[in-house]
């Protein structure tokens, strides 16, 4: 089982990345896919999820209306789109797989998460 972050670099606030989880070892169709972010010094922190199954979607109140998060059923891939991007958005991002059944303050939670990707780094310059 992998989880594969890619899309992570450095930009300017006001800026746009989108970042990408390619999976791969076993189906996640009755899984939810969730995105966390762990600044230094910080605890990691929510970001957004999605129900593989049917694309419902969940989104911190810090990023609502900039991030966007999707999910590519023939790539098995899924995405955040990261627009406006501002400092403190400044973090590691990982993506996660979890089990779906968890209601919408299940799925903000990192420890219902079983699957976890190594991170890739959002740094967005003031």
């Known amino acids: 089982v992998q989880l594969v972050e890619s899309g992570g670099g450095l930009v300017q606030a006001g800026n746009s990345l989108r970042l990408s989880c390619a999976t791969s070892?076993?189906?996640?169709?009755?899984?939810?896919m969730g995105w966390f972010r762990q600044a230094p010094g910080k605890e990691r922190e929510f970001v957004s999820a999605?129900?593989?199954?049917?694309?419902?979607?969940y989104y911190a109140d810090s990023v609502k209306g900039r991030f966007v998060i999707s999910r590519d059923n023939a790539k098995n891939t899924v995405y955040l789109q990261m627009n406006s991007l501002k400092p403190e958005d400044t973090a590691i991002y990982y993506c996660?797989?979890?089990?779906?059944?968890?209601?919408?303050?299940?799925?903000?939670?990192?420890?219902?998460?079983?699957?976890w990707g190594q991170g890739t780094q959002v740094t967005v310059s003031s």
């Open positions: 999605i129900r593989w199954s049917d694309g419902s979607t």
């Open positions: 070892g076993r189906s996640f169709r009755t899984y939810a």
């Open positions: 996660a797989s979890g089990n779906a059944y968890y209601n919408t303050y299940g799925l903000g939670i990192a420890a219902h998460y079983n699957y």
